[in-house]
């Protein structure tokens, strides 16, 4: 999450969306830019307002994805990062060593995608909390929701919301390699997903 309070405006960052993107865009062009004190950078936007009722009032936005291309993306984040932890590569260990809450019980899936999908949207709060949830809070939405899908067109809606110049093309962060994410599902874990993300689906109208 961000927070300008000179353009009063929040950032919830929905984890695999594009945030790093948006969290780095912020930090090098808005002078004032913050965090919420003790909420983590995937916090949702009920829990900011709770932390910090005044930024009920600020324009919030974030961004969302396609629920089986963003599971996909996650697992392969979680896939790489442990491969290089058990390469013992000393900053993705250092990294993880920091924070084993974070990362430790996503890593249990690190091998194997189904299980992922079938348990680990069951075990891991955040995995399986729809993108609604983070974003919405009770009598307050965001104000605007982009996707994935049209990101350059939407990154520079928020940058003109935020005062700054539109880009002719935005620099991604953070992204994860894999092939396409259809290949990676078979009926019961496609089934899985659309279960666990019923309230994105409808919500943003989105197939597989």
Same mark, same amino acid.
């Given at each position: 999450?961000?927070?300008?309070?000179?353009?009063?405006?929040?950032?919830?960052?929905?984890?695999?969306?594009?945030?790093?993107?948006?969290?780095?865009?912020?930090?090098?062009?808005?002078?004032?830019?913050?965090?919420?004190?003790?909420?983590?950078?995937?916090?949702?936007?009920?829990?900011?307002?709770? /932390?910090?009722?005044?930024?009920?009032?600020?324009? *919030?936005?974030?961004?969302? @994805? =396609? !629920?089986? &291309?963003?599971?996909?993306?996650?697992?392969?984040?979680?896939?790489?990062?442990?491969? /290089?932890?058990?390469?013992?590569?000393?900053?993705? *260990?250092?990294?993880?060593? @920091? =924070? !084993?809450? &974070?990362?430790?019980?996503?890593?249990?899936?690190?091998?194997?995608?189904?299980?992922?999908?079938?348990?680990?949207?069951?075990?891991?709060?955040?995995?399986?909390?729809?993108?609604?949830?983070?974003?919405?809070?009770?009598?307050?939405?965001?104000?605007?929701?982009?996707?994935?899908?049209?990101?350059?067109?939407?990154?520079?809606?928020?940058?003109?919301?935020?005062?700054?110049?539109?880009?002719?093309?935005?620099?991604?962060?953070?992204?994860?390699?894999?092939?396409?994410?259809?290949?990676?599902?078979?009926?019961?874990?496609?089934?899985?997903?659309?279960?666990?993300?019923?309230?994105?689906?409808?919500?943003?109208?989105?197939?597989?």
């Amino acid at each position: 999450m961000r927070v300008s309070d000179a353009r009063r405006a929040l950032f919830v960052h929905v984890p695999k969306t594009g945030g790093s993107t948006i969290d780095r865009m912020m930090d090098q062009e808005i002078g004032d830019v913050r965090r919420v004190e003790g909420k983590p950078r995937h916090a949702t936007l009920a829990g900011l307002l709770d /932390a910090e009722p005044d930024l009920t009032d600020y324009w *919030v936005f974030g961004f969302v @994805r =396609n !629920p089986w &291309a963003r599971m996909v993306s996650w697992w392969s984040m979680i896939n790489s990062v442990f491969a /290089a932890y058990d390469r013992g590569d000393a900053r993705v *260990v250092a990294k993880i060593q @920091r =924070n !084993p809450k &974070a990362w430790l019980p996503e890593g249990e899936f690190a091998k194997d995608f189904d299980a992922f999908v079938l348990e680990g949207t069951a075990k891991i709060k955040k995995v399986g909390r729809p993108q609604v949830r983070t974003l919405n809070a009770p009598g307050r939405p965001a104000d605007f929701v982009g996707r994935i899908e049209t990101f350059q067109q939407d990154v520079n809606h928020v940058r003109e919301r935020l005062g700054l110049e539109a880009l002719p093309e935005i620099p991604r962060t953070n992204r994860s390699s894999h092939g396409a994410y259809q290949d990676y599902y078979n009926e019961v874990t496609r089934r899985k997903v659309a279960e666990v993300y019923a309230e994105d689906i409808e919500a943003f109208g989105y197939e597989f």
